[in-house]
C-alpha cells in the first residue's frame, strides 16, 4: 500500500511535535524514520496508527484520503503498529492475546485461530507455542506474536517503533529477515529507531527528523557521517576506548547458585576487583538480571556467597539496606518504576537520596542541590520538573546524578536502553569517571556493541548458565553474538579469565 | 448432631453463601475491569433495606430483587463516573459511599423497621431433591442460592471464555493495549461497573427477603459483610470459582460460631459471632504471604526438596490483581 503523509502538524503544549511533516512510502519498501530522543518520530507514527489525532495535515493511502481517528480505525485501513513498549498482555495466554480486538461472535473459535496462529507463525519460523503466556516469552517473541497478531488482523502497512531496543542479536537478525520478507511480499514497512546501523542495514530509504521537523532524506548506500549530522546537527566523536588498571577486590562470588520462577544459575564464581567494568551479556530472560539483583541483595542466593571488599566480609543472605549501605547502589532498568518516584520533583529526590538531616526539609539547601547536580549532569529539567515529564534519557542522568557520591560497586541494568548516541556517549562518560575513582561497575545490555566497547570482562548468561570471565579484547560481536544463541559453549573454559 | 442435621446445617452454609457469593462476582467483575468499587458494604445494606421495602409495598419479590439489582447499579455509576469522567480517587469516593449508604439504609428504613414482608419460599427440584446427601444438600434451596451456583459458572465462563470477557480482562489489565485493539475504554468500564453493582446489589434483598428475612436496621447483621466481601475478592484472585470458595469458608466459619456457641460457655458469644472475620483476613495473609520478602529469604535457606514444593504451593496460591486495577485510562 503507498502511504502518503501530508503536512502533518501535532502540538502538545508549547512543544510542536510535529511540523509540516511530508512523506512518501511506496509499498514494498522498508522506510527508516531516524531521529534522536524527542525528534518527534514516535508521535508521527502514533498519529499515522490512529493513537493521536493531527491538528491539521491528511493521510492518503493508495492516494486516498482517509480519516483515522483510533487505533480501530488504522487496522480497519490496514495500518498497524508495534509500540516500543509492547502493547500486550502479560498474565494472558498467547492464543487469547492473539484472539483479543478480533471481530466475531461472542465465543471465539480457539481451534481455529489456534491453527491460522501456527500456520502464520509457521511461515516466519516463530517458535512460539499459543498455549504459553505472554509473560513467558523475551521481548523479541513479543514482538513476533504482535507482528502474527496485525498480520492476522490484515495489515499492509506494518510500523515498528524502535524494535531493536531490548533484543539480542540473533532475534535482531530473525526480525530483519522478517521485515525483509514481509517487504518482498508487498508491505509497506515503517522502522522507526535512534539506531544508524540498524537503519543502513535494513531500509531501502531513510528521513530524518530533528526537534520535529523533517531535515532530510537519504538513499542506500548511507553516508554515515551525514545521517549523524542531520540527526544531531553535529558530529559527535566516540569516546576512546580506556582499560583500567584493577585495583582491589571489590565483590567475590564464590560458586553461587540462584534459583528464579522457570531458571536457574549453578555456581557462578567472579571476582570484581576497584575500577573494572563486567559486562553481563546474554538474551533477556537468561539469568543475567537474576544475578544482578542477587549481586544487590534484591534475590536471595540458595547456595554458595557473596563476600564484599578487601576484607572479604560474607554478605550472603542479608538485605539490599545492607549491601547499600556498603557502597553498592544498584539502577534498575525501569527507571521510572523501580528507580524513581514518579510525582515527586526532582529536588524531593535528592532531598529523600541525600538524607538530609532534620525533621524539616531544607528548602533552599535542597533547592541548591538540585540546581548543582542538575547543571552538572546536563539534566534538561528544572528543580521543580517531576520526574515523569522527563526524557528516557534525562531520567537516566537524574538516576546518575541521584547515586551517592561515594560508591564501591554500581551495579546497572539496560545503561542507556533507548537512549539516542549523545545521551549514551554522556552516561558512559559518567560511569567512567566513577570507575577511575575506584568503583567498580557490573552491567548488563543486550546491545553487544555496548558489552564490548566498555566492558574489561564478559560473562555470557545462556539459559541459566554461565560462563567464565572473558576478556572482552579476546571477544568480537559475531563470537559473543554466538555464545548468546548458545554455540561455541565448548571451547569457553580454556579462555577463562578471574582476576 | 444427627447426620440429617449436619446435612441440614450445611444446605443453610451453602443458602448463607449465596448474597456473599452475589456480591464477590458483582466486585470481581468490576475489579477485573479495572474499578475497585469499595462502596460494597454501604451497597448491600441499602439494597437489602430498598429491596425490603419495595417488595412490602408491592407484595412482588420481584421488583424487590430487581430494586436492589438497582441501587446496586446505581451506586457504581457514582463510582464510575467520579473515577472515569471526574478522574478522582476511585479509593475515596467509594469509601465515602459506603459509609453513606449505611447511614441511609438505617435512616430510611426507620419505617419499616421490624415489619413482616414476602419471603423468598425452598423450592425443591422435583426428582433431584430425594438423591441421598445431594439431594437435602444442592436441591431443596431457594431460587437464589440455585441462582448463586449458576452465577459461579455463568461469570467464570463470561469472563474465561467469551469474547467480551477476554476484553473485559484486556481493559483491567492494560487499557493501552485494549484500546489499540479497538475498545472504548472509558464506556466499558461504565457498563461492567454498572453491572458489577447490579449482581452485587443483589445480595441486600437475598438477606432482606431469605436469608436473614426482614429489615432490622443497625441489628440486621449485614454491617461488615460487604467488606468481607471485598476481601474475598482479592482471596478469590479476580476468579469467580475461588472466590465462591472464599465466600464458603466464610458462610462456614460463621455456621461453626453458632454451633460451636452450646459447646463453649466460656467464651462469649460475641468472640463466636465475631470469629470468622479476622480468621478471614488470616486467611488472605496466609495465601498471599508468599510475596514477603522475608519469606523468600527463609525459603532460599531451606533444602531443596522443601523449597521446591512449598515454594510451588506459595506460588500456586499467589494472585497478581488486574495491573490497571485503580487507575484511570488516559491516551497519552
Known amino acids: ?499 | 448432631m444427627t447426620e440429617n442435621e449436619v446435612v441440614r446445617s450445611l444446605a443453610g452454609v451453602l443458602a448463607a453463601a449465596g448474597p456473599v457469593i452475589f456480591g464477590v462476582t458483582g466486585e470481581t467483575i468490576s475489579e477485573r475491569a479495572g474499578i475497585i468499587n469499595l462502596s460494597m458494604n454501604g451497597t448491600i445494606l441499602l439494597s437489602a433495606m430498598g429491596g425490603f421495602a419495595v417488595s412490602l409495598s408491592t407484595h412482588s419479590l420481584a421488583l424487590g430483587f430487581l430494586a436492589g439489582a438497582g441501587i446496586g447499579a446505581l451506586v457504581a455509576t457514582v463510582v464510575a463516573f467520579s473515577s472515569i469522567t471526574l478522574k478522582q480517587s476511585q479509593v475515596a469516593v467509594g469509601f465515602v459511599l459506603a459509609l453513606l449508604c449505611r447511614d441511609l439504609s438505617y435512616f430510611l428504613g426507620n419505617p419499616i423497621m421490624g415489619q413482616m414482608g414476602p419471603r423468598v419460599s425452598l423450592l425443591p427440584i422435583p426428582g433431584l431433591q430425594h438423591l441421598p446427601l445431594l439431594g437435602p444438600l444442592l436441591f431443596t434451596q431457594d431460587p437464589m442460592t440455585y441462582l448463586s451456583f449458576i452465577l459461579i459458572f455463568l461469570a467464570w465462563f463470561f469472563i474465561f471464555r467469551t469474547r467480551p470477557g477476554l476484553m473485559l480482562r484486556g481493559i483491567g489489565e492494560k487499557p493501552a493495549a485494549a484500546y489499540v485493539r479497538g475498545a472504548n475504554v472509558g464506556r466499558l468500564r461504565y457498563f461492567y461497573a454498572a453491572l458489577g453493582g447490579a449482581v452485587a446489589g443483589l445480595a441486600g434483598p437475598i438477606y432482606s427477603l431469605s436469608v436473614k428475612a426482614g429489615w432490622k436496621g443497625t441489628i440486621s447483621g449485614l454491617d461488615g459483610i460487604g467488606w468481607i466481601v471485598l476481601a474475598i475478592t482479592i482471596f478469590g484472585g479476580w476468579s469467580p470459582f475461588r472466590a465462591a470458595l472464599g465466600a464458603y469458608l466464610f458462610a462456614f466459619l460463621q455456621w461453626l460460631g453458632l454451633v460451636l456457641q452450646p459447646s463453649l460457655p466460656g467464651v462469649p458469644s460475641q468472640v463466636l459471632q465475631v470469629a470468622p472475620f479476622p480468621l478471614m483476613i488470616l486467611t488472605l495473609l496466609l495465601v498471599n504471604i508468599g510475596q514477603a520478602e522475608w519469606v523468600e529469604r527463609t525459603l532460599a535457606r531451606m533444602p531443596e526438596p522443601v523449597r521446591r514444593d512449598l515454594g510451588k504451593l506459595l506460588r500456586a496460591m499467589n494472585v497478581t490483581p488486574p495491573a490497571a486495577l485503580g487507575t484511570p485510562f488516559e491516551k497519552d
Open chain 1, 1 to 499: 500500500m503507498l502511504v502518503e503523509l501530508r503536512d502533518i502538524d501535532k502540538t502538545f503544549g508549547k512543544v510542536r511535535a510535529n511540523a509540516a511533516i511530508s512523506l512518501r512510502i511506496p509499498p514494498a519498501s522498508i522506510q527508516g524514520v531516524l531521529g534522536e530522543n524527542g525528534a518527534g518520530k514516535s508521535t508521527l507514527m502514533k498519529i499515522l496508527s490512529g493513537f493521536y489525532t493531527p491538528d491539521s495535515g491528511e493521510i492518503l493511502l493508495d492516494g486516498k484520503a482517509v480519516q483515522i481517528h483510533s487505533p480501530a480505525d488504522a487496522i480497519r485501513h490496514g495500518i498497524g503498529m508495534l509500540h516500543q513498549d509492547p502493547l500486550d498482555f502479560p498474565p494472558m495466554k498467547i492464543l487469547d492475546d492473539f484472539i483479543l480486538g478480533r471481530q466475531g461472535g461472542l465465543f471465539p473459535n480457539h481451534r481455529a485461530a489456534s491453527r491460522e496462529f501456527r500456520e502464520l507463525a509457521g511461515q516466519f519460523g516463530f517458535a512460539l507455542d499459543p498455549e504459553a503466556y505472554v509473560d513467558s516469552l523475551t521481548v523479541g517473541e513479543r514482538q513476533q506474536l504482535e507482528i502474527l497478531r496485525l498480520l492476522w488482523l490484515g495489515a499492509r502497512v506494518l510500523i515498528f517503533d524502535e524494535p531493536t531496543t531490548g533484543i539480542s542479536l540473533p532475534q535482531k537478525v530473525k526480525l530483519f529477515d522478517t521485515l525483509k520478507k514481509l517487504a518482498a511480499e508487498g508491505m509497506t514497512i515503517l522502522f522507526v529507531s535512534h539506531k544508524l546501523e540498524d537503519v543502513e542495514s535494513l531500509c531501502t530509504s531513510a528521513a530524518v527528523l530533528r526537534q520535529g521537523e523533517l531535515v532530510g532524506a537519504a538513499e542506500p548506500p548511507f553516508d554515515t557521517r551525514l545521517l549523524v549530522e542531520m540527526m544531531f546537527g553535529k558530529e559527535l566523536p566516540l569516546a576512546p576506548k580506556k582499560t583500567a588498571v584493577p585495583g582491589g577486590k571489590i565483590l567475590s562470588v564464590k560458586s553461587v547458585s540462584i534459583e528464579g520462577v522457570r531458571l536457574q544459575i549453578r555456581g557462578v564464581d567472579l571476582d570484581v576487583r576497584s575500577g573494572e567494568v563486567i559486562g553481563l551479556a546474554g538474551m533477556e530472560g537468561s539469568g543475567q538480571s537474576l544475578f544482578l539483583g542477587a549481586c544487590a541483595g534484591l534475590t536471595q542466593p540458595v547456595g554458595g556467597s557473596f563476600c564484599l571488599d578487601e576484607d572479604e566480609r560474607d554478605m550472603t543472605g542479608r538485605s539490599h539496606l545492607e549491601f547499600k549501605k556498603r557502597g553498592v547502589a544498584y539502577l534498575p532498568a525501569a527507571r521510572l518504576e523501580q528507580g524513581l518516584v514518579p510525582g515527586l520533583t526532582l529536588t524531593e529526590h535528592f532531598v529523600l537520596s541525600e538524607g538530609l538531616g532534620g525533621l524539616f526539609v531544607d528548602r533552599k539547601k535542597a533547592e541548591a542541590l538540585a540546581k548543582e547536580r542538575i547543571s552538572t549532569f546536563n539534566i534538561k529539567g528544572t528543580p521543580e520538573s517531576v520526574v515523569e515529564a522527563l526524557s528516557g534519557g534525562n531520567q537516566q542522568r537524574a538516576l546518575l546524578a541521584l547515586m551517592r557520591p561515594r560508591l564501591t560497586l554500581i551495579l546497572v541494568e539496560h545503561p542507556t536502553r533507548g537512549l539516542d548516541i549523545e545521551s549514551t556517549i554522556y552516561i558512559w562518560s559518567k560511569l567512567k569517571e566513577r570507575c577511575e575513582q575506584g568503583t567498580a561497575i557490573v552491567f548488563i545490555s543486550s546491545d553487544l556493541d555496548e558489552i564490548l566497547q566498555y566492558s574489561d570482562r564478559v560473562l555470557v548468561f545462556f539459559a541459566g548458565q554461565v560462563s567464565p570471565p572473558l576478556r572482552a579484547e579476546s571477544l568480537s560481536v559475531e563470537r559473543l553474538g554466538a555464545l548468546i544463541g548458545g554455540k561455541d559453549w565448548e571451547n569457553l573454559p580454556k579462555e577463562a579469565v578471574n582476576a
